[in-house]
C-alpha cells in the first residue's frame, strides 16, 4: 500500500514526521496503531546563533583523487553554456513522486531521487521495467534540446543501503550492524561491487551509501545502519565500498559500466547525537568529532567517494545543512573534497530562518544540491530569485554547479546511453546470480555472533527433529528490516522476494536431505517431541526516527518468548536467533536458551544461518564478533568501549566460535535496571506546561494527512488556529479556535513511544487547565491512540466551562489507553462546532477515584 498521506507529512516536517509514515501503512501493522506524528523529543535546545568553528590544522589535509584537467576544461565549456535558469534547476534534486519528465526538461533539474516510498507506479515498490521507463523518460527529457544550448542529463539517486533492496529480485545483503561484525572489508568490497551492477540494471546512477554513521548510543533508530560503534571497521570499509561501488580512481574501471555514484552519508556526526536522537544534535567535542565520527569519511574522501549527504543533524546547536565550518572550511577546504554536497530530505528546511521551499542560507554555507523532493518547485523560484539579487553569490552558484557538472562528467553521463540501454540494464538474470547470492549467504555466515553455547549444544546434528518456532522464521521481511521494498520495510510475503530464502528454507535445505525432520510452529504451542528448537525472533522492521527508542529492552512482538520456557522444562535445548537491528537488552531470553546468536538483519540468504548453525562445512564456524558492546542493563545509556563505567554483558569484540571452548553462560539478572531520575518521571509526565510540550512530548495540528508543528507564535492548519495566552506566566496557555471542525491539536510523539509505566505503576488521568475565553461553554472532544487516518482508540466528550481557568481531569484508559507501555498518540483534541477554548499545563496525575468513561 502507497503512504500518499505520508508524503505530506514529511512536506511539513521535513524529516521527522516520519511515524506516520509506518503507521499509516497496512503493512506495518504489527507496530503500534497509535500514531500522531511530530517532532521527536528533543532535549532543550541550545541556541546557538554563530556557526561553530573549526581548527583546520587539527583536522588531516587529505590526499584526495587530483583533479581531471581534461574534465575540468568541459566543465568550464559547460558553464559558460548555461543560463542562470539552467544553473538552478542543477543544484536541485526532485523526487520522482513530485516530479514529472516534462518538469525536469522545464526546469532543467539536476537530479531526481527515489526516497523509499516512491516507487514509480502504484505499488510500494517497482518492477525492474517500471523503473527503466522512468528512467528513460527523465533522462530523455533532461536531455532535450529545447531552448537550452547544452541540455545536461540527469542523474538518478535511490537509497541502495544494503543491495538494491527496493527492487524485487535483487540481492539483499545483511544491513551494515551485521557487516560490522563480519569485519572483512574485502566481503564488502564484493558486495558494493555486486549492489552497483544491480543498480545499473534498473537504470540507476546513484546510491545515498554508504552510511558511515558511528553511533554512539543504540537507541538511535538508525544504529543498524553503522557498522561499528568504534571508529577502525567504519574506516576500513568506507573505502573498500566507495570502491566496489564506483571503482578505483585512476584506473580503468572508475565509473566504468557498471559502476555507480556513491555517497557517504550523512556528515557529520548523525551517530552521535543526544540520546541517539534521529535527526538531533552532537554535543561533543571537536577531538570527538573527529576521531570517532570522522575516520569514515578520510577513507571515503580519499577512495574518491563523489558525493557526501549532509546529516540533518547538528553540531552543538548549529544544523550541518547551515555550516560554512563544517561543508565549506573543513570539507571542501581542509579534507579537500572535490565532489558535490547533497543534502537530505528537506534537511535544508530545518536551517534556522529557512523552509524547505527557501533556503539561500544552504547553498552559502557549502550545499551544492539540495534534496528538495516536493519542495523543489517553489524552492526553485527563491533560489532563482536570490541568484539574481546577489544573496546567493554566482561564485557560489557556479561553484554548485561546477562540482555536480564534474561529477556527472567523471560519470560519463554526456556520452551515456538511455538507462535502459546501457551494458548491464534492463536483464533480470543480472539480479540475485548464483555469485551474487553465495557472496550475500557468505556475509550473512559471517556476520552471526554466537553469545552463548552452553554445553555447547551447537552445532547442530541434521539427522534429527528440529522444530522451528518464531515470528522471524519464515519472514525474509521481518530479516531484511527497514529499507527494503519500502522506506520502513516489513510485511512483505517471501514471495516478494523471488530470490531469496528464509531462514526456515535454509534448515529444511539442511535437515530434510540428511534425513531429519523440520516442524515448523511458529507460535510454538504444539507439544512435540524434538532433539531442538531453533526459535528465530527480534524487532520487527523499522527506518530512521520511527525506531528511536527510550530503552534497549527487548519487547517480545510476534512471538512470544515465554514459550521458551515449556521447552526448557521438557528438557529440549533451546536455540535462538535473534534478528535486531542493535544490541538489546534481552536477558530473559538468553536465560531461556542454551545457545543464542545474534543475527542482526541478515537480509534474503536465510540459509547462512543454518550453514553454521549446522556447521555444513567443516570450515563453517562463527566468525563475527560484536562490533557494538551488548548492554547488561536495558537502560539504553551510551555503552561504547572506554565510556564511562564501561560494564556491558557482552564487551565489542566479543563473540564464541566452536574453535574456542568456552565457559557455560550462567543465569542472568532479569531486572531490566530502567530507572528514571525524579526529574525524568516528571518530565514523562508532562505532556504541556509552561507553553511548550514536555520533552518527551511533541504537539502538532492534524488535519487529514497534514501536519504542523505547535509554533511559539501563531500557528494555523486547515479550521484551527492557535494562538498564545497568559496562564501562569506570559504566553503558556493556548487558545484553540476552531473556524469549522475538521483539525486536531495533538500531543504525540514522532520518535520513540513513550513507556509511561516507568513513570508510574498506576492508572493516570489526563488532568489541564481550560477555559472559554468567551465565558459560556464548549465542547471539545479528547481522543487516545489516534492513527493517520483519524480513527482513535478511544473518544471522550468534555464540556469546558465559562471564563476562568478551572481543572478537568479524564482517565486515559477513557482515551482508548489501556496499555501504558508504548504511547505515541498521547491526546488529541478536537471540536464539533466553531469556537475557541484556551487551555494549559496538560499532565498525567495518577487517578483519582474510579475510572468511570462516559461512554
Ligand atoms: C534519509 C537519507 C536518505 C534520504 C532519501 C532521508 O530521510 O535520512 O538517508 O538517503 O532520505 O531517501
Ligand atoms: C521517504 C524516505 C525519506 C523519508 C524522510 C519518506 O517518505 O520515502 O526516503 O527518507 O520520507 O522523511
Redesign the pocket.
Known sequence: MKLQNGKRISNLLG?AA?LALATGCAHVDTVSEEVEAAVPPVAEPLMTEVDVTVTLEDWPALQTPALDPEIEAKVESLLSKMTLEQKVGQVIQADNEWVTPEEVKTYRLGSV????NSAPGDEPYATMEEWLAAADAYWAASIDPEGVEVAIPVIW???A?HGHANLAGATVFPHNIGLGAANNPDLIEEIARITARELVVSGHDWT?AP?IATPQDDRWGRTY?GYSERPEIVAAYAERIVYGLQGHPGDEDFLADGRVIS?A??YLADGGTVNGNDQGDARISEAELRDIHAQGYFTALEAGVQTV?SS?SSWNGVKMHGSHAMLTDLLKGRLGFNGFVVG??N?HGQVPGCTPTDCPQSLNAGLDMY?A?DSWKGLYESTLQHAKSGEIPMERLDDAVRRILRVKLAYGIMDKAAPSERPGANDLSLLGTPEARAVARQAVRESLVLLKNNDSVLPLAADTTVVVVGDGADNISKAAGGWTLS?QGGGYANEDFPNGQSILDGIRGVVEPAGGEVVFDPDGTSAVAADVVIAVYGEDPYA?GIGDVNNLDFRPNGFDTERLEAYKAAGIPVVSVFLSGRPLWVNPELNDSDAFVAAWLPGSEGAGVADVLFQTEPEYDFTGRLSFSWPRTASGAPLNPGSEDYDPLFAYGFGLSYASAAENLGELSEDPEIVLTEAEVAEMLTLFSGGAPGSYWSAVLVEGGQFAPLQSGETRLGGLTITRTDYSIQEDGLVLTWADTGTRFAIGTGGAPVDVALATEEPVDLVFMAMVPDGGSHEITLSGGCSLDGSCAGAESLSIEGGDWSEYRVPVACLGHSDLTAIRSAVAISSSSAGSIALADMVLQPTAGEVVCSD
Open positions: 524529516g516520519i531521487l527515489s526516497g523509499g539517486g535511490i537509497d543501503v545515498f552510511t545502519e555517497s552519508k550523512h549527504m540533518f537530505d530530505w534537511g534534496m523532493p522506506w530512521e
